[in-house]
């Protein structure tokens, strides 16, 4: 089984600091590279995205830094809010397929 | 969310009975998934939809089974449900395949007792 590799599973952070989770993937016919935010009791929103192309995409306070020779794209989140808190996945997408982390939970503290 | 529920939200079952939970969409997307959520596993596929009366399986499609009728409604049946079964269940829709997105449902959490 193909598999996406996160970490940390758990990440606690003051306000104002930033946030850094990392995935690693293996196959590498994956070609869009996702990153949703679910908090508790809803469905995971779509947050960011990048393609291979690219070694970084920002989008306000979020950041996806992306290393296709490594394997591996890691989301940054500047200036962390108590609002952030959340659950993390990081997926990778190829056709029809896409294959999810196992997820983070983040805790920033106010 | 907007463009997608899912029916029920909540569900308790006993081992054994059939259980089927329906996922609708207002978007007229091509593409509906079913996944499930686990603790320390993150989302696994369990079907997917490329069209009317198009499905195949996913990753954990044992015990399940799938139908699409239309383009707006995408069910997920139990067949004789198991306590290793017990999960959130959500659905998701796509305008393209993976490489565009999805959109997910507020899920459905189902025991099975």
């Known amino acids: 089984q193909q598999q996406v590799k996160q970490s940390p599973q758990s990440l606690i952070v003051q306000k104002g600091g930033i946030s850094i989770i990392n995935c690693a993937y293996e196959n590498t016919a994956f070609d869009y590279f996702p990153w949703y935010q679910q908090f508790p009791g809803k469905g995971p929103a779509l947050l960011i995205a990048?393609?291979?192309?690219?070694s970084e995409k920002k989008e306000g306070r979020f950041t996806i830094s992306f290393n296709k020779s490594a394997k591996q794209f890691s989301l940054h989140i500047m200036d962390s809010q108590p609002g952030d808190s959340a659950t993390y996945f990081c997926a990778a997408s190829g056709g029809f397929k896409t294959i999810f982390g196992a997820g983070t939970r983040l805790f920033v503290k106010a | 969310d907007a463009g997608i529920t899912q029916s029920p939200r909540h569900k308790v079952t006993e081992t054994g009975t059939p259980v089927t939970l329906r996922c609708h969409q207002t978007?007229?997307?091509?593409?509906m998934y079913w996944y499930r959520q686990d603790p320390g596993h993150g989302l696994r596929l369990i079907h997917y939809?490329?069209?009317?009366?198009?499905?195949d399986k996913g990753e954990v499609s044992d015990g399940y089974s799938v139908s699409r009728s239309k383009t707006e409604d995408f069910l997920l049946t139990l067949e004789s449900a198991t306590s290793s079964q017990t999960s959130v269940y959500f659905c998701a829709i796509s305008g393209g395949q993976g490489a565009s997105g999805y959109t997910f449902g507020s899920g459905t959490r189902l025991t099975v007792v």
């Open positions: 978007e007229n997307h091509r593409y």
């Open positions: 939809s490329y069209g009317v009366k198009d499905t």
């Open positions: 990048i393609r291979p192309d690219v």
